[in-house]
């Protein structure tokens, strides 16, 4: 079963709202859930790259409690993931050049996903440098670069994902990059790929949401802006479930 083509059949285009639990006590993460539901956001996201153990359970606790929205682990390595959550993006960053996210920290975490039982989404990461200077995803991920122009280079990238067997494709243009993923990109990795798009990085109003959902993107993520102005957030998730 793909569980993020089963939600999108039924709810039409998602919004995810993704917390960092390094970045908040989990409180502050619990309230931020709440309000993401309310305000119509489909998941809760939790992970960041250097987020592990007992923060992560402690973060992922404090969401379930708050409210009743699935959660999914975004680890940035093996030691993220929690076995309080729900899902699990069971993630390869595609473009990377380091052996480390292509696949042994996979395998570092597979016993402990296995003892869990947690649900594993297969997810193909890619990461593309839209800003001026690179974010921390592109260099702690060492990513063989896809500049923005690079629809070609990205769309290779996602027919991969998808003949792995992956369940989504996720196009990132990092946490808090000047600019999201270009349209023109968006409109080609998703006419290209049957699997569910999942598009985040640099979206902080909803304007730019609109424009990533109008170019074909299934699954809208927002982070930074979510911590910073909760209205923001909820006009995103208007604009996403708008369309
Ligand atoms: C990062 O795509 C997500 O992995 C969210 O990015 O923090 O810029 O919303 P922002």
Not at 134 to 163: C, F, H, M, N, Q
Not at 173 to 192: F, H, N
Request: net charge positive; aromatic share 6%; proline share 5%.
């Amino acid at each position: 079963m793909n569980a993020i083509r089963d939600w999108i059949g039924k709810k039409g285009v998602l919004h995810f709202t993704l917390i960092d639990p390094d970045k908040q006590l989990p409180e502050k993460a619990g309230e931020l859930a709440k309000l993401a539901e309310q305000y119509g956001s489909d998941a809760i996201m939790i992970g960041g790259s250097t987020a592990c153990g007992s923060v992560t359970d402690d973060c992922t606790k404090a969401v379930k409690d708050s409210c009743s929205l699935p959660t999914i682990l975004f680890p940035g390595k093996a030691a993220g993931v929690s076995k309080r959550s729900d899902y699990l993006f069971f993630m390869m960053m595609m473009n990377s050049k380091s052996r480390r996210f292509l696949i042994e920290e996979q395998v570092k975490a597979a016993p402990f996903v296995k003892k869990t039982g947690i649900k594993t989404i297969p997810m193909g990461y890619i990461v593309v440098s839209t800003s001026s200077k690179p974010t921390t995803v592109e260099v702690v991920g060492e990513a063989d670069r896809i500049s923005g122009r690079d629809v070609g280079k990205a769309v290779a990238y996602a027919l991969t994902a998808e003949y792995f067997g992956m369940d989504c494709v996720y196009l990132e243009a990092g946490s808090g990059a000047e600019k999201p993923i270009p349209q023109e990109m968006i409109k080609a990795v998703k006419g290209r790929i049957t699997i569910p798009l999942i598009v985040g990085g640099g979206i902080r109003d909803p304007e730019a949401a609109g424009k990533a959902v109008a170019a074909g993107a299934d699954v809208i993520v927002t982070g930074t802006i979510a911590e910073q102005n909760t209205e923001k957030l909820r006009d995103i998730i208007k604009a996403v479930k708008a369309r």
